[in-house]
Nanobody, 124 residues
Framework: QVQLVESGGGLVQAGGSLRLSCATT????????VAWFRQTPGSDRAFVAA????????DYAGSVKGRFTISRDNAKNTVYLQMNSLKPEDTAVYYCAADLRAGNYYLPSEYDYWGQGTQVTVSP
């Protein structure tokens, strides 16, 4: 069983930055494909960013490309999401997700393991 714990959310003004963390004690973490999703009330979870187990490849949703950076430190069993130039439309609950493989990595259904989510609120 893989337990994921997100942290780092909060309230920030537009144009500001936050760094989210997704940590786990799972020994298999360095083998896991990890992604961030976000969700607003009444909407499905939307893909934000993903990173391969080695960190050698990443991908981003178009709406965050150039502003957000996903990275990982396997020695610390942690994946990060650095969010810069935040906009009010980035307001959401952010979730990290992980699985051993994720062919269609932008789909929430590809992931077996989820964190509890962390709220990010961006004020105008």
């Amino acid at each position: 069983q893989v337990q994921l714990v997100e942290s780092g959310g909060g309230l920030v003004q537009a144009g500001g930055s936050l760094r989210l963390s997704c940590a786990t004690t799972a020994r298999t973490f360095s083998s896991l494909f990890v992604a961030w999703f976000r969700q607003t009330p009444g909407s499905d979870r939307a893909f934000v960013a993903a990173i391969t187990w080695s960190g050698s490849a990443t991908d981003y949703a178009g709406s965050v490309k150039g502003r957000f950076t996903i990275s990982r430190d396997n020695a610390k069993n942690t994946v990060y999401l650095q969010m810069n130039s935040l906009k009010p439309e980035d307001t959401a609950v952010y979730y990290c997700a992980a699985d051993l493989r994720a062919g269609n990595y932008y789909l929430p259904s590809e992931y077996d393991y989820w964190g509890q989510g962390t709220q990010v609120t961006v004020s105008p």
